[in-house]
């Protein structure tokens, strides 16, 4: 269990500020920022590296706060490994037992456990410096998990390594997290590592977090314009909300967004200035006009055509430019080209307002 | 990196020769004084007990140097690599000071500031610790003029060790000072010996402070000094040829612990 409360910290140009984060035992949390956010900062401020301005820090029910980082039992590994370069694979995935009072047999035989469970048993007689990026990751996450911390902090662990490592890298964290069921925390700035990894997400802007929740309700329902780009909810209009219906008891009415020179429908809370997130796939695009039972019928213009495996992305000019995902199949037989014309559905309860 | 070829063969040849000039000015004396070192001689200069003395007293000052900077020198070294501190700028362009200070100059600083007369040298010699004309004087100009370079080379080899690699060894449960013994200084050793190295060279060379605060005994470029200015240039040489075989054997060594550019 990670337990932080109104954790506040300074460290150079990145602050990060009340800071609080809940993750249950046996939890995988990601904090998830753009770069100089503070994350790396947040992470060191857990494992003790860095003084806190305020705020304390639980593990496993006890308060860390006042313990320097060896009392803290927790295993970081860092975006560019930071593996011993003096040592071999075999020191470095041992350090952290040297000090125990294990005897010598028992030692080698977690080193071989934790080795055979990142499937890097062949390397450990290598040096530091023969080894290859992924690697060297899977080395640094065996030497944090050696000493069997109470949690692990992972600083971007996928973020240095190419992309076929990455999506590897990536299930295989997610494997050895089941089977270990050690609480986790990681930073990262790729949101598909929430989606992919945790079961729980909090958006950092600016050293605030700003939205936490489940990763796929955080991409459901973004609660801000930041946030909807950031987790790449889709499109993100500003512009204003009127009134264009009766107020219902539940404070809800009827109303028209309107962004440049397109006006769309919807349910909303509140009038005034304000983002709407239209997700790609509730884009829906057809060669007749759509029918009445949807509220938005919009005529637009394709702009370009982006396969993405089996999606294709549609970049439309409806009046402010909007991105519609379909199916390769579906694109086909509308027979879209650039400069088509074509109608675009959409539900009013579709659009969400934030 | 390919080595580049030079446009011209005119603009090779030219360079070549001002390089050739250069090589030879640094070899060619060095050259003629070995070759006085005829077996005769050198065991004449063996033989000669004030030299043989010289050069122990020499070596064991320059030790003794080397080690009073290593102790005060890595700390410092430590925390201008690891710290931002207020005056941090100012202590480390100190450290480039005694470079510039011409060393009969800081001869002359240094028999100021510890002479009898002076409150720090008086206060030292009530403790019986006596620097003008004593041996204790020419450890303290050695170490005057080495120290700066050895408390520089220990910053950059520091400042080479990657703060993160620390923190790890923290999280894995080791002390400040478990960290620092089991990865710092392990991975700064190689620079701060060679450092240590430059520092004990640096000492056995030193003369201008030395001739001005210690006298007597003479260390071996005093002793030099000494037999040139009473006896002549064939006096000076046997004693001149074992000092410089001396610092040849350190210089070997230096380039054999100096990390290597390549590999």
């Not at chain 1, 995988?28 to 301005?53: C, D, F, M, Q, R």
């Not at chain 1, 934790?114 to 040096?127: K, N, P, Q």
């Not at chain 1, 993100?236 to 009134?243: D, K, N, P, Q, T």
């Not at chain 2, 028999?111 to 009530?126: I, K």
Request: charged share 20%.
């Amino acid at each position: 269990m990670i337990r932080l409360e109104g954790l506040s910290v300074r460290a150079g140009e990145f602050a990060v500020r009340d800071i609080s984060l809940d993750v249950p035992e046996g939890g995988y949390a990601l904090v998830i920022g753009p770069t100089g956010s503070g994350k790396t900062t947040l992470l060191e401020a857990v494992a003790g590296h860095v003084p806190l301005l305020a705020g304390r820090v639980h593990l496993q029910g006890a308060d860390v706060t006042d313990l320097p980082p060896e009392a803290r039992g927790v295993g970081f590994v860092y975006q560019h490994y930071h593996l011993f370069p003096h040592l071999t694979v075999r020191d470095n995935i041992g350090y952290g037992l040297a000090r125990s009072r294990d005897a010598a047999p028992e030692r080698a035989r977690r080193i071989a456990e934790v080795a055979g469970l990142l499937a890097i048993e062949h390397l450990l007689d290598r040096s530091i410096r023969r080894l290859s990026g992924g690697e060297q990751q899977r080395v640094a996450i065996a030497r944090a998990l050696a000493p069997r911390p109470r949690v692990l902090l992972l600083d971007e662990p996928l973020a240095a390594v190419d992309p076929a490592t990455r999506t590897m890298l990536r299930r295989e964290l997610r494997a050895l997290h089941e089977r270990e069921g050690i609480t986790t925390l990681q930073v990262t700035h790729d949101f598909d590592d929430a989606l992919r990894l945790g079961d729980l997400v909090a958006v950092l802007a600016e050293g605030r977090i700003v939205q936490a929740g489940r990763p796929e309700e955080v991409f459901r329902y973004p609660n801000s314009a930041f946030v909807a780009r950031f987790v790449g909810a889709g499109n993100v209009l500003a512009g204003e909300v009127r009134h264009a219906g009766e107020t219902t008891e539940d404070g809800r009415f009827k109303a028209r967004f309107t962004s440049g020179a397109l006006t769309v429908e919807l349910v909303a809370e509140r009038d005034g200035p304000a983002h709407v997130v239209i997700r790609p796939e509730d884009l829906l695009l057809s060669a007749d006009p759509p029918p009445t039972s949807l509220r938005n019928r919009l005529q637009a213009t394709v702009e370009r055509l982006e396969r993405l495996g089996p999606v294709t992305q549609v970049h439309l000019d409806a009046g402010r430019p909007l991105v519609a995902a379909i199916t390769n199949q579906t694109a086909e037989e509308l027979g879209l080209r650039p400069g088509s014309p074509v109608w675009i559905g959409l539900k009013a309860t579709a659009i969400l307002l934030v | 990196m390919p080595p580049q070829r030079l446009p011209h063969p005119a603009s090779r040849v030219a360079l070549a020769l001002l390089g050739a000039v250069l090589v030879l000015f640094i070899v060619g004396p060095l050259l003629r004084l070995l070759l006085q070192a005829t077996p005769a001689s050198l065991a004449a200069a063996l033989a000669d007990g004030e030299l043989r003395g010289s050069i122990v007293l020499t070596v064991l000052c320059a030790t003794a140097a080397t080690l009073l900077a290593l102790a005060l020198g890595m700390p410092l070294g430590y925390l201008l690599a690891r710290s931002r501190f207020p005056g941090r700028r100012l202590v480390q362009g100190l450290l480039d000071l005694p470079v510039v200070v011409p060393h009969p100059v800081a001869g002359i600083a240094l028999l100021l500031f510890l002479g009898r007369n002076s409150p720090v040298g008086g206060a030292l010699g009530r403790l019986g610790l006596e620097f003008v004309s004593h041996v204790p004087g020419i450890v303290v100009a050695m170490l005057f003029v080495s120290a700066p370079l050895l408390a520089s080379a220990a910053r950059e080899a520091f400042g080479a060790v990657d703060p993160r690699l620390e923190r790890v060894a923290r999280t894995l449960g080791d002390s400040p000072w478990g960290a620092f013994r089991r990865v710092t200084l392990p991975l700064a050793g190689r620079g701060i010996l060679a450092g240590a190295i430059l520092a004990w060279a640096r000492s056995v060379s030193e003369f201008g402070s030395i001739v001005i605060l210690t006298y007597n005994p003479k260390v071996a470029s005093v002793l030099i000094f000494d037999r040139f200015t009473a006896y002549g240039l064939p006096a000076a040489v046997p004693a001149a040829v074992l000092l410089l075989l001396v610092a040849l054997v350190v210089f070997a060594l230096v380039r054999l612990i100096e990390p290597r550019e390549r590999t």
